[in-house]
């Protein structure tokens, strides 16, 4: 994987088919996405329950681009492994989900993945400061995280203070939640370079109708670069 600031839409496939993710991944491809993004959840951390590292795995051969596997568990050390194996090629843990995020960043690199970490809404820019050497990722959660479809929480604030605090090291930031085209432009303005959106790529579509796919992404896509009509 490279590194580049360049925009990236990154649908979450929580708001795909469950019955069909190997489809529905081909899909969002296929009509344009840059990245998979993948939400783990163990109703725990979170008030909801997903999949975990076997159907993972099974998503793997689906996806060429990047898989993208966002942990909403507590904790995580113990299945950092199980993660590689599966093939994600990001990790992201949440700075909440333990007291020792530095040692869980550390294994994430040593396991061969890049490591991300997330933040939740309450949480500042600051908990990361001495974790960037660590980090690949900076995930800004922008709704309390647990369910798809919620609405934009207006973290632009952090999301600079982030990108100053970040400075030349090649770390992303990803933003995740309520993202779509009105609000996709004011976080790329702050600093934002993957878009994480379920609800907004997904709406409309299907597996039989993946154009509707494509049109979403484009629109996000185009309405997150036109941040200098609103910066
Ligand atoms: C929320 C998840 C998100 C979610 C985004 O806990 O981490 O990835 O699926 O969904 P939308 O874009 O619908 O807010
Ligand atoms: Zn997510």
């Known amino acids: 994987m490279s590194f580049d600031r360049s925009i990236k839409i990154a649908p979450s496939i929580l708001s795909a088919d469950f019955a069909n993710f190997g489809a529905e991944i081909r899909a969002i491809e296929a009509q344009g996405c840059d990245w998979v993004h993948v939400d783990v959840m163990d109703g725990h951390f979170v008030p909801n329950l997903t999949f975990g590292p076997p159907a993972v795995k099974a998503f793997r051969p689906h996806v060429t681009t990047v898989m993208d596997v966002h942990l909403m568990i507590a ?38 993945m890049k490591a991300g970490v997330a933040l939740n809404p309450g949480t500042p820019a600051e908990a990361v400061e001495h974790l960037l050497d660590l980090t690949d990722l900076v995930c800004v959660m922008t709704v309390n995280p647990g369910f798809g479809g919620q609405k934009f929480l207006d973290m632009t604030a952090k999301i600079r203070a982030l990108r100053a605090m970040i400075g030349d090291r090649p770390i992303h930031i990803e933003i ?56």
């Open 75 to 112: 904790p995580v050390d113990p299945y950092i492994d199980a993660y590689a194996e599966a093939g994600a090629d990001i990790l992201t843990a949440h700075v909440e989900a333990g007291p020792h995020t530095h040692r869980t960043l550390q294994a994430i690199r040593a396991a061969g």
């Open 176 to 231: 995740d939640g309520g993202v779509d085209p009105v609000t996709a432009p004011f976080v790329t303005a702050a600093g934002a370079d993957v878009l994480v959106a379920g609800s907004a790529v997904f709406r409309g579509g299907s597996v039989d109708n993946p154009a509707a796919y494509g049109e979403n992404i484009r629109t996000i896509r185009d309405s997150a670069q036109s941040i200098g009509k609103v910066a």
